[in-house]
């Protein structure tokens, strides 16, 4: 499951249980597709299984490469708690990079961390 919370410019998606790449395609697309704030935070220390293959991940990234608006640079923070989780973020943040999207990806291990890196200018 995944939850939306927008505070101080920032959108907190904060995934439980078990994540899909459907869900995770369906809830960045109507982020996507709304009003974006410049940061946002996705958390997944509290996931229990990221039930995605690479195939899926690089699918997210061109998926979101084609509705991203051009020259708008944004920083998301991914935060998972398993070293699998680590790995899959920052083979998404590979794949976002070689699509072109314009948002810079950074994974942490460290939820206050990641709130220290997207705060800063």
Not at 66 to 88: D, E, H
Request: hydrophobic share 40%; net charge negative; charged share 20%.
């Amino acid at each position: 499951m995944i939850s939306i919370e927008t505070t101080d410019n920032c959108t907190f998606f904060r995934v439980t249980g078990d994540v899909t790449a459907n869900e995770i395609i369906v809830q960045a697309t109507e982020y996507m597709n709304g009003e974006q704030t410049d940061t946002s935070l996705w958390d997944f220390t509290q996931a229990t299984g990221v039930k995605i293959s690479t195939v899926e991940m690089k699918g997210i990234a061109d998926s979101l490469k084609k509705i991203t608006p051009a020259g708008t640079t944004r920083k998301v923070a991914l935060v998972g708690s398993k070293r699998i989780n680590i790995g899959l973020g920052k083979l998404f943040a590979a794949f976002a990079q070689l699509a072109g999207m314009p948002y810079i990806y950074k994974v942490f291990r460290d939820l206050d961390h990641a709130l220290e890196w997207l705060a800063d200018d």
